[in-house]
């Protein structure tokens, strides 16, 4: 989140449900070292009371054209602002600023700026899905403005579907990405993503597994997404997934093979971030083991290893990523393994690290090329790391 530190931002709060959560966007990006003035629309005070972000943000929150310290609020905060971030962003948001009805503060400074706007709706599944709010986002969209997707999930009343805020994470992403100037930096570029850590039947019950949560891969895929590629995520763990992304559900090593082989014939760009079992039972018992049968002895056998296959058919103009979970020798055994598995790219992780690796919101990585350089990214969130390796990827592809 370095972009941020030392920009304007202005954080458009409107009245739904999850205007709670700007509350968390609001902090995160003070801390960040922005400067943050937040507006609020009449009817977000019915869901979240000012004081809160007036304490949280970098001046008193602003709520009307006409009751604010300067006479012409929306042309000071719209022309002064580097990114305007709405969230949420309702239905009625939207449409008044598809049609410039700029009839509150918060329309108003939106058609008073020119910086980049970023909008992340929420609303009711019904709400988002109805033609006028598609055609209001489509309209946006095709002005520049980035939309952060809603997710799918538990909405307002105990309902489950599409129109849920995007969470705090993909959201700072996309502020971050804005202010990068990366925003679309893999628009046209089908990227593939393996996520998860496969199971493998020791039974018809029992299962060979691993630690992984699958939580790197997502942010790998959602960032990749969020800048413009087509992106299919290969998975064994069941996600919140952004629409969007291509999902393809796996659970052993041998249907990721499948899968990943398969998805890297057409892909440009190929991340296997999956944590992919080494060893399988030679053979898997069709029914359940019963323990009256004592201590059964299970025979392994290697897995076929995907990214040594993957390498050994990539394609002139396809860029190879592969991960390296370490517990000693972190950069010589990642060496190893880009090299021998014939990969643009490394992310090493010492797993044996304090909040790093499996199941973690955080990592640290040293990301190493296969020109010799190499880039430490220190603990951060598994978003901002999966911006970290986008950006070494299109480093790569762009090296003459
Ligand atoms: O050699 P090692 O298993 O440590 O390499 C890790 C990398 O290889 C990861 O990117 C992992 O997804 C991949 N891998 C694989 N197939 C296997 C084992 C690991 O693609 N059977």
């Known amino acids: 989140m370095e972009s941020v530190r030392g920009r304007r931002i202005v954080l458009g709060v409107s009245g739904g449900i999850a205007a709670y959560k700007s509350v968390e966007v609001c902090r995160r990006l003070v801390d960040a070292g922005a400067h943050v003035s937040t507006i609020l629309t009449e009817d977000a005070h019915r869901f979240i009371g000012p004081v809160t972000l007036s304490a949280l943000s970098s001046e008193p929150v602003h709520t009307s ?9 929306h042309t ?11 969230a949420p962003a309702t239905a009625r948001v939207l449409a008044a600023y598809a049609m410039g009805l700029s009839h509150d503060l918060l329309i108003a400074t939106l058609i008073a700026t020119r910086a980049q706007v970023v909008v992340c709706p929420a609303m009711h599944t019904e709400m988002w899905e109805h033609p006028s709010v598609q055609d209001n986002v489509a309209l946006l969209r095709s002005r520049g403005v980035i939309v952060v997707e809603p997710q799918s999930g538990r909405l307002a009343g105990g309902d489950v579907g599409t129109g849920r805020l995007a969470d705090v994470d993909s959201i700072l992403n996309a502020i971050d990405n804005a202010l990068s100037g990366r925003t679309r930096d893999l628009e046209g570029l089908s990227v593939v993503v393996s996520a998860g850590g496969t199971r493998e039947p020791i039974d018809a ?12 891969g997502y942010a790998i895929a959602e960032q990749a997404l969020a800048r413009g590629a087509q992106v299919t995520l290969v998975t064994t763990v069941d996600r919140v997934t952004l629409p969007g992304i291509t999902r393809v559900d796996v659970e052993t090593a041998q ?40 201590v059964p002895e299970i025979v392994l056998e290697p897995t076929p290893d995907i990214l040594a296959a993957l390498g050994a058919s990539k394609r002139k103009g396809q860029t190879l990523v592969g991960f390296a979970a370490e517990t000693s020798n972190l950069v010589d055994n990642a060496k190893g393994k880009l090299a ?61």
């Open 255 to 294: 249907q990721m093979f499948d899968a990943m082989t398969a998805q890297a014939e057409h892909a440009d760009i190929v991340v296997m971030s999956a944590a992919v079992a080494d060893f399988r039972p030679f053979v898997a018992a069709a029914g359940k083991i019963k323990k009256e049968g004592g």
């Open 76 to 86: 000071r905060l719209g022309q002064n602002a580097d990114l305007i971030v709405v």
């Open 65 to 73: 054209l006409w009751d604010d310290t300067s006479p012409i609020p």
């Open 205 to 216: 019950v029992r299962v060979l597994a691993n630690r992984s949560s699958g939580k790197q």
């Open 340 to 400: 021998r598995k014939n990969l643009d790219l490394i992310v090493a992780n010492d797993v044996s690290a304090e909040g790093v690796g499996f199941s973690h919101d955080t990592n640290a990585v040293t990301i190493l090329a296969a020109d010799g350089s190499c880039r430490q990214v220190g603990l951060s969130s598994k978003h901002a790391i999966a911006t970290e390796v986008l950006d070494s990827v299109v480093k790569v592809r762009s090296a003459p």
